[in-house]
């Protein structure tokens, strides 16, 4: 079975500073990686994934994630936060195949500070 | 991205009642639906698997007398909650896949039992 495990609850962040969200997983099998971010009463909007292929991921709103089977990681960064990044990211694993449902991790709260 | 919706996006309802939840893609037949059930602060937990014109596959710990979930056609599905109780308040959410490895989530739907 896989498990997402995110290190940090909670990161408070300057406005225009880089943040680290950390991310581990494991799996007895090749994963498919995501990152989703929340904002409040809202669904899941997919930010990035790794399916294969480069280990360096770019996704949307200026995020990228890196994959490092190594240390079975897939931390989520981005070099200057805005106010608008404050929301709740959750890092998830799939098996793969089609019809398998996520296992997300506990998700990490995101506050950007002016 | 494709596109899920899910109705309503919040319910009152009081305790004893029943109240349907519906979960449609719009742009794309999904073989596959899932139901997820997200308390405050907490992350998504996976209640029960749902494909077209199958019964759907309930998660261990989740009674399936009390979650009804119909999948009768390729862009819907449903979750009833029967005879709901103010623990079952929660934020339920669905995703919908075609059979590739990415699933799409709706907007969710908050319901409160009073």
């Known amino acids: 079975a896989q498990s997402v495990t995110q290190l940090d609850s909670q990161v408070p962040v300057f406005e225009e500073a880089p943040v680290e969200l950390r991310c581990n997983y494991s799996s007895s099998v090749s994963v498919y990686l995501f990152w989703y971010v929340q904002y409040p009463n809202q669904g899941l909007q997919l930010l990035l994934k790794y399916l294969s292929g480069s280990t360096l991921v770019k996704g949307i709103n200026g995020f990228e994630a890196e994959f490092n089977k190594s240390q079975t990681s897939f931390h989520l960064r981005k070099p200057s936060v805005h106010i608008s990044d404050t929301a709740e990211y959750f890092c998830a694993v799939s098996k793969g195949s089609g019809n398998t449902p996520l296992v997300f991790g506990k998700g990490t709260r995101l506050s950007v500070i002016a | 991205g494709a596109v899920v919706s899910q109705h309503p996006s919040r319910v009152i309802c009081k305790s004893g009642t029943s109240v349907k939840i519906e979960c449609r893609s719009l742009?794309?037949?999904?073989?596959?639906m899932f139901w997820y059930r997200q308390f405050p602060k907490q992350s998504l937990m996976l209640m029960a698997t749902?494909?077209?014109?199958?019964?759907?596959?309930?998660e261990q710990g989740v009674e399936k007398d009390k979650f009804l979930i119909n999948h009768a056609s390729l862009t819907l599905s449903t979750l009833t909650v029967t005879s709901a109780h103010p623990e079952d308040s929660s934020f339920y959410i669905c995703s919908a896949t075609g059979g590739t490895y990415e699933q799409f989530f709706g907007p969710g739907t908050r319901l409160t039992v009073t």
């Open positions: 742009d794309f037949q999904a073989t596959t």
């Open positions: 749902s494909n077209e014109g199958s019964k759907a596959t309930y």
